[in-house]
């Protein structure tokens, strides 16, 4: 297990708790992640942005202005990348020797 089995594109908190969120559900909106991840409008939109670009949500926007909903889905590569993501700090946090020794 080494650090470069992390991903660096789900690591970060705010993205880690997202993916959570959508490996646990067939979507959530925008709102959901929001109030449960704790994040401003803005500062979800930027997290939700780089896991699209990286192929690991997929965006679904429902009406047009002030009533409309965005909804997010973990895609089949977002899900093998947390997947893999979650077993490396499983593995990591398995591994860690102890300060004490043997």
């Known amino acids: 297990m080494s650090l470069g089995d992390l991903d660096p594109i789900i690591h970060t ?6 993916m959570a969120m ?14 449960h991840i704790g994040l401003t409008d803005s500062d979800l939109s930027k ?8 192929g690991y ?9 002030p009533g409309s909903t965005t909804s997010y ?9 947390y997947r893999a993501h979650r077993a490396a700090l499983y593995a990591m946090l ?8 043997p």
């Open 47 to 54: 997290q939700m942005s780089t896991l699209e670009s990286a």
């Open 94 to 101: 398995a591994d860690e020797p102890s300060p004490s020794g």
């Open 22 to 35: 959508l490996a646990n559900a067939e979507y959530a909106t925008f709102q959901f992640l929001k109030d």
């Open 13 to 18: 908190p705010k993205r880690l708790a997202a």
């Open 57 to 65: 949500v997929k965006a679904t926007k429902h009406g047009r202005g």
């Open 73 to 81: 889905a973990m895609t089949r590569q977002g899900g093998r990348a």
